[in-house]
């Protein structure tokens, strides 16, 4: 594997050096190659080798210019050979072999997806910006150094060619002397010095290696390197070093691993895709003698190479001084142009490859040596303006593969001048490089242009200039499939370091190209990873991709038009199955992910994953916006690879990938939310268990089962059956596809869990649909009977049929339940209990009843009845022995007492809700409950002791047998206009009877109505005040007939009322027909005017003994609980009393009447009554709970009047009902509500927390703001009215008869108390006038304007 540098900015910059670093030749003796071999290492090259990297040299050098700077240090590579030989053109499939075998070369060469990618939330944005793209793609590191590595040197530039030669002799050698001038004369220094820039002018270093394994006498060594010494100069070193075993104990193992490494660690380096040996490099070798290579080394470098690259820098600067100003160049140019060529054709000779280069000792052929030296002296600035004024020479002379070289080198060197440069101060150098090395050139050069973008683009890398990259990358040549993929793989990382947001889009996009290359080139594996990346990259919030597509192509450089190009260029062929650029042609970026799943269900089906493959391609029959005919293929390809899956289970059944037998796809929909359970499903009315509390509030889902075992709050709504009943599960199934699709032998997939231990019977059973036809984009419900055969609890888990009688798929139903929060784990984290919303529980014992309603309307004129009934049929097995209903607007219906079918009362006309009997008293009494209660709910079968107490006058059955009906006559009444939705309620439990207030569980059916009810009669009332007697007052009652072809004849009226009595004056415009009847005609208006007198018929409490605290008026007993809500601890729970009300009817024109006193009809206007009442103080006190209303106030008032009027049709209808107004105000002033406001005498108790008090001074408030509609009525105390009845003459005194006659008047008094709270004692006092004036003068009798005197 490959040491990358240390440095991870610098590590970019120092691989374009270490490519482009001096070569040094080295030849040595016979000697020399043994005692290398010895260690496991091929000849001197090979041994000094790995100390070439990074020698640091801490010198200060002269430019081309003259000016010092400081070289740290330098790479510098040994090799044992040197030719000029033509550049080997590789192959497509020699091209794609060294890509392959780079990515299974490298260590990290596996699946696995990079860092960056989380799984199903797209792109960590951090970890894109903070890793390194080398960790990303490997292979890639891999290949650019073994591409780089492999480069032969050139006629065109001299960075291949030795700048000195090393020549080595053994210390034991007589004559090293003569040994070292005959290697100076080997045939691979003359070739050297006939083909390389260096030329004759090499610079040979001289080297004496001493082994002790050879020569111990280190006199003899000395004095052998003198010799040298003075032979050859100062460019000679000695090297001593140990080959000899003996010397090396068994304790140096651990050494000897780490010396063979820095050989290990070199050849990796240098030859990457070599296979990993298991020879111990440098095993004869220690630690000293590697301090010694490196040191020996450095010198050379230091003494030897580098001074003579100055020399020869110098040199080259001072011959090629007058070309590089320029004017030279041009008068010579200009002389060629007008005086011939001859000259300058002499230095221009022809390659190996048949390329026009220029003599080695031309100046053309000088400047290019000088700039490159000074390159690999690191003075780029220098070598910049070199290889610019070269590059024009070589441009005016058409040697257009130098000229390709020298525009190379100006951008390497911008780049590697470490300053702030654009993007056309380089780009156009390499873009015109790679394009002359590609097409202008005698024969095409792609070595040199691949070389150069993968110089080109590791240095955009350490300049973090990535913007620029994915252009670069693209511009190697296109016949190489997989080193295209390998470059557009790399384009894509490049789009995730943009800054300050990766563009996923776009690396999408190039990821996809990378695809579709590594698969044209075998290499599927990697063409699955980079589909799969491009899959999860789909799934990038939308926040980290750039603002628009175009703002990034701009940015980019890079057009759409180019993009599209690109894939084009790309796709294998025009018949191919899908390609990148038709997806994005076709829909933008929208068909992406469905491009992205096609073709990574193709990899895996190629490479027999079945498993995965269908994975990705029923994620692909999710997509919607897919054109139809795209749509049938992949459903087709779908199927096929079902069947092909199948048969390699077939055959290899004990494989892992063998196929799931049932696949769950995203076609078709089918919502859990839109399934419905319904019980006995050919009955009408939806099935559920539901608690029936039996005190008149509507039933709610169960909180318990069976009346005892607590239930889980997911199971509060679960429906339940018995043994043997149907249960229809209708399912809403819909295709998302353009495409018609057919699902057969649909079914229910369910779990089962029996009640007790389970029979081996079969538990339930579950029916099968044929076939299910959906054509494109359609909707259709399907319907699936399930019959339960054993007690317990069953639960549908999901849906089962065969895709086009294909392919086996199932549909889960399941849902999360609710989210728990009992638990500290469960408040940290989303947990969510078990769903039970589809499924059922199998009873042994519940009634099934057959519940229907007959004759219900579905439009009633307002105030009109209908006859209706309820039949309920026992189809079970079992006797029902309670049976209740609930109703969602008492007002609206009237029931009656239930009967069985049979009986003979069906028939009986008794039961009309009007019975018409003589009215004896126009006034009667009656004593009512005056407590608010809700009259919803009525037992039809139970004990008629625990029948509610707003339905005392039903009378209910004991037991429904098997087989029995049970009738319930009911008249349906429109109460108000308006379109209405009520709902109907039928709980039945089975062998226990039912009790008032006791919570129960039972099966219920509830039955949803609509109704319609239209005008009829308006009426309305008003009150004028009484001239006759103030306690009087004048009620008129205003009937509009709403009708506009349809009289109406008026009946009767029925006032109620605790204190009034109420007798009609006269009926205005009343139109009397035969009989003597009142009609109002269509659209016509009447008006019955009634006297309010106060009912004399009451016992008078005594005044000694009545005080407002005794009283049982509904006022007093409203003010008292009202106070003690408000100022107690303790809440209110006594019952108001009952209140005996005062009935006045009036027949109208008729001498018989309807009782609503005595029959049931009462019951119904009292249960009517109630809840409006209780809607009223609903929505006038809302700060009191509705729990206390019926303590703290009452149904009736005292003061209050409820008016029914009964009217009839005329004709051929003959439909009947009356009209209600409830409470009347007649002007009185006793808003007694106020009362309650003012703290007890013993005051209000004490409130401990502030929350309390704020409570109660909030409703204190609400109260007062509600009743100070009142506050401005002023209530009159007492009336004294004085007549004088009769005046007598009296008897003159007869003892002075100058008095006159006295006279006897009888006076009558009469007072009148006008309170209803309070009680008051008078006395009778006679005064004189002398006393009188002494009242008057103290203001204790005042006058009012009628006359007389009160106090």
């Known amino acids: 594997m490959i040491v990358l540098p240390r440095a991870g900015l610098a590590q970019k910059k120092d691989f374009v050096a270490k490519a482009l670093c001096p070569r040094i030749l080295v030849v040595s003796s016979a000697d020399i190659t043994d005692s290398c071999q010895v260690n496991n290492l091929e000849s001197l090259a090979e041994l000094i080798e790995p100390f070439g990297q990074d020698v640091s040299t801490q010198i200060t050098i002269q430019d081309g210019q003259g000016a010092p700077y400081f070289l740290d ?5 040994f090799i044992s050979d040197f030719a000029i030989e033509k550049q080997k053109q590789l192959s497509n499939a020699e091209v794609d072999e060294l890509v392959k075998n780079c990515v299974i070369g490298s260590a990290a060469a596996d699946s696995a997806d990079p860092a960056f990618i989380k799984d199903g ?31 032969q040197a050139s006629e065109h530039e001299s960075f291949m060619h030795p700048v000195a030669c090393l020549l080595a002799v053994s210390g034991s050698d007589a004559d090293p002397v003569g040994s070292l001038r005959n290697l100076a004369n080997h045939a691979v220094v003359r070739r050297a010095q006939t083909q390389s820039f260096a030329g004759t002018n090499m610079m040979l270093f001289y080297m004496v290696i001493h082994d002790e394994r050879r020569a111990t006498d280190t006199h003899n060594v000395d004095h052998r390197f003198d010799q040298v010494r003075k032979a050859f100069g100062q460019n000679c070193s000695l090297l001593r070093i140990n080959s000899n075993t003996d010397l090396i104990g068994a304790s140096d193992s651990s050494e000897r691993t780490k010396i063979s490494g ?6 990796a380096a240098l030859q990457p895709l070599a296979p990993v040996s298991e020879k111990v490099y440098g095993g004869m070798l220690t630690m000293r003698d590697v301090a010694a290579l490196r040191d020996t080394v450095k010198q050379m470098m230091v003494r030897g190479v580098i001074p003579h690259m100055q020399y020869v820098v110098r040199q080259l600067s001072d011959h090629t001084a007058n070309q590089r100003r320029g004017i030279t160049g041009r008068l010579f140019s200009a002389g060629r142009r007008y005086f011939g060529n001859a000259g300058k054709a002499s230095s221009m000779l022809t390659g190996v490859d048949g390329e026009t280069y220029f003599r080695y000792d031309s100046p053309e052929a000088m400047m290019r040596q000088l700039a490159d030296y000074s390159f690999m002296l690191k003075d780029f600035r220098f070598a910049q303006s070199v290889y610019q004024v070269a590059r024009r020479d070589f441009l005016a002379e058409k040697a257009w593969k130098c000229y390709a070289g020298a525009q190379e080198m100006v951008g390497l060197c911008k780049l590697m001048w470490e300053i702030q440069a654009t993007k056309a101060e380089f780009d156009s150098n390499f873009d015109d490089a790679i394009t002359i090395y590609l097409h202008k050139s005698h024969c095409s050069h792609p070595f040199l242009a691949i070389r150069s973008v993968i110089l080109y683009y590791e240095l955009l890398k350490h300049h973090k200039m990535l913007t620029y990259a994915p252009v670069a990358l693209l511009r190697v040549p296109r016949v190489h499939v997989s080193l295209n993929a390998l470059m557009s793989e790399q384009a894509a990382y490049s789009f995730l370091k943009f800054t300050p947001r990766p563009e996923v889009r776009k690396f999408s996009f190039y990821a996809m190209i990378a695809s579709q290359q590594f698969q044209r080139a075998d290499m599927g594996e990697m063409a699955h990873r980079c589909l799969r990346m491009v899959k999860h990259a789909l799934a990038t919030p939308a926040g980290l991709h750039s603002q628009s597509r175009a703002e990034e192509d701009e940015k980019a450089g890079y057009t759409e038009e180019k993009k599209l190009g690109t894939a084009q260029a790309d796709a294998p062929d025009q018949n191919s199955s899908s390609s990148s650029s038709e997806v994005t042609t076709r829909s933008s970026w929208a068909a992406i992910d469905s491009f992205v799943n096609h073709e990574l269900g193709r990899q895996c ?52 990938n063998k196929p799931s037998a049932s696949v769950q796809l995203s076609i078709p929909n089918i919502d859990p939310l839109m399934a419905r359970i319904i019980m006995s499903p050919t009955l009408e009315g939806e099935d559920g268990m539901l608690e029936w509390r039996l005190d008149g509030s509507a039933p709610a889902f169960a909180s318990t089962f069976g009346g005892s075992a607590v239930m889980s709050p997911q199971q509060k709504d679960r429906k339940c059956c018995s043994v043997g009943e149907t249960v229809a599960v209708l399912l809403v199934v819909a295709n998302p596809l353009t495409i018609g699709v057919t699902l057969n032998s649909f079914t229910l997939d369910c779990e089962f869990t029996a009640a007790g231990e389970q029979n081996e019977s079969e538990a339930f059973e579950v029916t099968t649909v044929p076939s299910v036809i959906l054509e494109g984009g359609q909707t259709s419900m399907v319907t699936v009977e399930i019959v339960a055969k054993q007690p317990g609890d069953l639960s549908i888990i999901g849906a089962k049929f065969l895709l086009c009688d294909i392919l086996p798929t199932f549909k889960s139903l399941r849902l999360p339940g609710r989210r728990l929060n009992d638990t500290k784990e469960q408040r940290m984290t989303a947990v969510y209990s078990s769903d039970t919303s589809l499924g059922f529980r199998v009873g042994p014992e519940l009634p099934h009843l057959h519940i229907t309603m007959h004759d219900f309307p579905d439009t009633l004129m307002s105030g009109s009845v209908h006859k209706a009934a309820i039949h309920i049929a026992n189809q079970g097995n079992l006797p029902c022995r309670g049976i209740a209903l609930w109703l969602s607007h008492p007002s609206f219906f009237d029931i009656k007492s239930p009967h ?4 003979a009362t069906t028939s009986n006309g008794s039961l009309d809700v009007y019975q018409k009997q003589a009215i004896v008293n126009d006034t009667d009494t009656l004593s009512v409950h005056n407590a608010l209660q809700d009259c919803s709910e009525f037992l039809l079968i139970g004990d008629a002791k625990q029948q509610l107490s707003g339905a005392r006058h039903l009378v209910p059955i004991e037991c429904l047998a098997p087989g029995e009906t049970l009738v319930v006559p009911l008249w349906a009444r429109g109460d108000r206009v308006g379109d209405h939705s009520l709902k109907l309620s039928v709980g039945s439990c089975a062998n226990t009877a039912l009790q008032t207030g ?7 059916r509830t039955f949803d109505v609509d109704l319609l009810v239209t005008p009829s009669l308006r009426v309305n009332a008003f009150v004028r005040p009484s001239s006759k007697n103030p306690q009087e007052r004048l009620l008129g009652i205003e009937v509009e007939n709403m009708q506009t072809d349809i009289s109406v004849q008026l009946v009767q009226t029925t006032f109620s009322s605790g204190h009034y009595q109420l007798v009609p004056i006269f009926v205005s415009k009343q139109k009397t027909v035969p009989g003597g009847k009142v009609t109002i005609g269509p659209r016509q208006t009447i008006n019955l005017m009634y006297r309010a007198r106060p009912y004399q018929g009451h016992k008078q409490e005594s005044l000694e003994h009545s005080s407002p605290l005794q009283t049982t008026m509904p006022e007093w007993f409203t003010i008292n609980a009202l106070r003690q809500y408000i100022y107690s601890n303790e809440k209110p729970t006594r019952l108001p009393e009952p209140i005996e009300l005062i009935y006045s009817n009036a027949v109208l024109g008729d001498h018989e009447g309807i009782d609503c006193v005595h029959s049931s009809l009462q019951n119904y206007i009292v249960r009517s009554q109630s809840h409006r009442r209780r809607n009223m103080l609903r929505a006038s006190y809302p700060m009191i709970p509705e729990k206390y209303h019926h303590v703290i106030f009452s149904l009736f008032e005292t003061f209050g009047i409820d008016f029914v009027l009964f009217w009839a049709e005329t004709g051929g209808a003959m439909r009947s009902g009356h009209h209600s107004i409830t409470g009347i105000d007649l002007g009185v002033p006793h808003d007694y509500v106020n009362e309650a406001l003012n703290p007890p005498e013993e005051g209000a108790a004490r ?7 704020n409570e109660r001074e909030m409703l204190i408030q609400s109260i007062a703001n509600r009743a100070g509609a009142m506050a401005n009525r002023h209530e009159r105390v007492l009336d004294v009215a004085m007549r004088v009845a009769s005046v007598n003459k009296g008897i003159q005194d007869a003892n002075d008869e100058s008095k006159s006659i006295m006279y006897v008047a009888d006076i009558s008094i009469t007072i009148r108390n006008h309170s209803w709270r309070y009680g008051y004692k008078g006395r009778l006092d006679l005064l004189s006038p002398a006393d009188l004036e002494q009242l008057f003068a103290s203001d204790k009798i005042r006058l009012d304007y009628s006359g007389s005197r009160s106090s």
Do not use: C
């Open 73 to 77: 240090k330098i790479n510098i590579r």
């Open 121 to 151: 939330s797209g792109i960590d944005k951090e970890a894109a910006a903070n890793e390194e793209i080398s960790i990303w793609s490997p292979w890639y590191t891999l290949f650019r150094q073994q591409w780089v590595n492999s480069m």
């Open 262 to 267: 820095i050989w290990s660690n070199s050849r």
């Open 605 to 656: 089906m190629a490479a027999q994953n079945y498993d995965e493959a269908l994975q990705y391609f029923m994620a692909l029959m999710s997509d919607d916006k897919i054109p139809p005919k795209l749509q049938n293929k992949y459903l087709q390809e779908l199927l096929q690879l079902f069947l092909e899956s199948d048969d390699q289970a077939a055959l290899h059944a004990t494989e892992e």
């Open 900 to 903: 069985l079918f049979s009986d």
């Open 998 to 1004: 006791v919570s129960r569980v039972m099966r219920s």
């Open 1247 to 1253: 409130a401990w927390l502030a929350n309390t008090i």
